[in-house]
Antibody, heavy 124, light 108 residues
Framework: QVQLQESGPGLVKPSQTLSLTCTVSGGSISSGSYYWSWIRQSAGKGLEWIGRIYTSGSTNYNPSLKSRVTISVDTSKNQFSLKLSSVTAADTAVYYC????????????????WGQGTTVTVSS | EIVLTQSPATLSLSPGERATLSCRASQSVSSYLAWYQQKPGQAPRLLIYDASNRATGIPARFSGSGSGTDFTLTISSLEPEDFAVYYCQQRSNWLALTFGGGTKVEIK
C-alpha cells in the first residue's frame, strides 16, 4: 500500500518561495498509471487543488496559481516536490500531497492516497 | 471554474439516523464526482468516486447518487465514527479540480 509523507519548513517569510517535498513509500513513483498532486486547505478557502505531475514529468496547475507554482519529480528519491513563489499570508495553509490513478474505466478515479499534511505559515 | 455548492453547511443528527448530504455543481460534471470524509487533524479520506462507487474498505452504509449537476451522499445509519466533515470534488474539468465547501455532520 502506497504511503505519502510531506516535509518542509513550517514557516516561510512573505515574498519568499515555499518548498515542500512528498516522499512516496510502498510503491514506485515511476508507475505509469498514477499522478501525484498537491492540495492545500486554509480556513478561508477550504480545500484547493494546486496541481499534479505525471510520471512522464508533464504537469497541470490550478489556473489561479499557475504563475507561481512548480511541481517536479525526482524518481531516484521516489519524491515529488512543490515550489510556490512570492508567498503572502494568503498562502498559509495545511498542504497535502495525494495520489490517484489516471482516470480510466475500472480504475479508482479519484485521489485515494493522501499524506497526513504539513502546516505552512507565511509570516515575517 | 466549476463551483460546487454543498448543503446544508451543518447537519445535526443522532447516531442511528440517516444523513443526506447534497452537492450541486454550477455546470454538468457528468458522473465525475467524488466524496471525501475528513476528521479533525486528519487528511481527507476517499469515500465515493464517480458519483456512486465506494472506495476500498468503505462500509456499505455510505452510498452516492446523482449525475449532471445534483449529487447526494447518504449515510444510511450514522455510526459514532461518521461524525465528521464531508467534501465533494469534481474531476470533470481535469485541468481545474474543485472541491465543495463541506458539510459538517455533528452529533445532535
Amino acid at each position: 500500500q502506497v504511503q505519502l509523507q510531506e516535509s518542509g519548513p513550517g514557516l516561510v517569510k512573505p515574498s519568499q518561495t515555499l518548498s515542500l517535498t512528498c516522499t512516496v513509500s510502498g510503491g514506485s513513483i515511476s508507475s505509469g498509471s498514477y499522478y501525484w498532486s498537491w492540495i492545500r486547505q486554509s480556513a478561508g478557502k477550504g480545500l484547493e487543488w494546486i496541481g499534479r505531475i505525471y510520471t512522464s514529468g508533464s504537469t497541470n496547475y490550478n489556473p489561479s496559481l499557475k504563475s507561481r507554482v512548480t511541481i517536479s519529480v525526482d524518481t531516484s528519491k521516489n519524491q515529488f516536490s512543490l515550489k510556490l513563489s512570492s508567498v503572502t499570508a494568503a498562502d498559509t495553509a495545511v498542504y497535502y500531497c495525494a495520489s490517484g490513478q489516471v482516470p480510466s474505466v475500472g480504475r479508482v478515479n479519484a485521489m485515494d492516497v493522501w499524506g497526513q499534511g504539513t502546516t505552512v505559515t507565511v509570516s515575517s | 471554474e466549476i463551483v460546487l455548492t454543498q448543503s446544508p453547511a451543518t447537519l445535526s443528527l443522532s447516531p442511528g439516523e440517516r444523513a443526506t448530504l447534497s452537492c450541486r455543481a454550477s455546470q454538468s460534471v457528468s458522473s465525475y464526482l467524488a466524496w471525501y470524509q475528513q476528521k479533525p487533524g486528519q487528511a481527507p479520506r476517499l469515500l465515493i468516486y464517480d458519483a456512486s462507487n465506494r472506495a476500498t474498505g468503505i462500509p456499505a452504509r455510505f452510498s452516492g447518487s446523482g449525475s449532471g449537476t445534483d449529487f447526494t451522499l447518504t449515510i444510511s445509519s450514522l455510526e459514532p465514527e461518521d461524525f465528521a466533515v464531508y467534501y465533494c470534488q469534481q474531476r470533470s474539468n481535469w485541468l481545474a479540480l474543485t472541491f465543495g465547501g463541506g458539510t459538517k455532520v455533528e452529533i445532535k
